[in-house]
């Protein structure tokens, strides 16, 4: 049995790794081009880091046709 470590990130976190500021994040999630975050807590949530990064490299292959 193999263990998968998941990290929850938090908004700061989020836009540092994206780039993106908390107002196009938000835009983007009722868009539908970015992950709804997880509800942490009654005030809190986070956001997966492997769809951080997915929706990261989604980014790249976009920009960058081969």
Not at 1 to 7: P, V, W
Not at 35 to 49: A, H, T
């Amino acid at each position: 049995m193999s263990i998968i470590q998941k990290n929850i990130l938090r908004m700061k976190q989020v836009q540092e790794a994206t780039g993106l500021s908390k107002s196009t994040i938000y835009l983007f999630i009722r868009q539908g081009k970015f992950r709804k975050p997880i509800r942490l807590g009654q005030n809190s949530v986070g956001w997966l880091s492997s769809d951080i990064e997915e929706f990261i490299n989604a980014r790249v292959t976009a920009s960058r046709p081969e």
